[in-house]
T-cell receptor, first 115, second 114 residues
Framework: AQSVTQLGSHVSVSEGALVLLRCNYSSSVPPYLFWYVQYPNQGLQLLLKYTTGATLVKGINGFEAEFKKSETSFHLTKPSAHMSDAAEYFCAVSVGYNQGGKLIFGQGTELSVKP | KAGVTQTPRYLIKTRGQQVTLSCSPI?????VSWYQQTPGQGLQFLFE???????NKGNFPGRFSGRQFSNSRSEMNVSTLELGDSALYLCASSQSGSSTDTQYFGPGTRLTVL
């Protein structure tokens, strides 16, 4: 069965510092992986996704993630944090072929950015 | 294109009542999925509909049900509400609901059960 683990429910960084949000997955089949961001009182917005091909994936707002099969990881990074990056971030895996739009989410990581 | 819309945005009900939530997907999207978000359990998959057929269902009791109409709009219903049903209910649409499709989320309906 597929699962997702996000290490650290809260991460705090200073403005301009590197952002690193960790995600590890468990999957018996090649995974399709997603990162979403959620701002207060809003739905989820896709940052980036990995399906096949290049393992370094670039997303919106300067975020990127690297799929590492050997480490079963899909960590999210951004070189320089901005105050507007403060939000909750969710890593998700899409389960199997023909499984009808089911995403399994990690528990989320709340990112705080200090001035 | 307009995004995914959900109505109502906020809802207050009492235990034992039932509630219906509505979701309008992005134009051209045929798959609609529903998720429940709570502080304790996080984001959990409820069910997914494609072309008016439920293709996948999460681990929720039968009090949770849904349907999809021919225009792809979807509703979910919760009967005999319990306090634990208080949550943010998110709807997401995608073109086909395949595993590689991007799911676009609506703003959610915040349900409070008193």
């Amino acid at each position: 069965a597929q699962s997702v683990t996000q290490l650290g429910s809260h991460v705090s960084v200073s403005e301009g510092a590197l952002v690193l949000l960790r995600c590890n997955y468990s999957s018996s089949v090649p995974p399709y992986l997603f990162w979403y961001v959620q701002y207060p009182n809003q739905g989820l917005q896709l940052l980036l996704k990995y399906t096949t091909g290049a393992t370094l994936v670039k997303g919106i707002n300067g975020f990127e993630a690297e799929f590492k099969k050997s480490e079963t990881s899909f960590h999210l990074t951004k070189p320089s944090a901005h105050m507007s990056d403060a939000a909750e971030y969710f890593c998700a895996v899409s389960v199997g072929y023909n499984q009808g739009g089911k995403l399994i989410f990690g528990q989320g990581t709340e990112l705080s950015v200090k001035p | 294109k307009a995004g995914v819309t959900q109505t109502p945005r906020y809802l207050i009900k009492t235990r034992g009542q039932q509630v219906t939530l509505s979701c309008s997907p992005i134009s051209g999207h045929r798959s609609v999925s529903w998720y429940q978000q709570t502080p304790g359990q996080g984001l959990q998959f409820l069910f997914e509909y494609f072309s008016e057929t439920q293709r996948n269902k999460g681990n929720f009791p039968g009090r949770f049900s849904g349907r999809q109409f021919s225009n792809s709009r979807s509703e979910m219903n919760v009967s005999t509400l319990e306090l634990g049903d208080s949550a943010l209910y998110l709807c997401a649409s995608s073109q086909s609901g395949s595993s590689t499709d991007t799911q676009y989320f609506g703003p959610g309906t915040r349900l409070t059960v008193l």
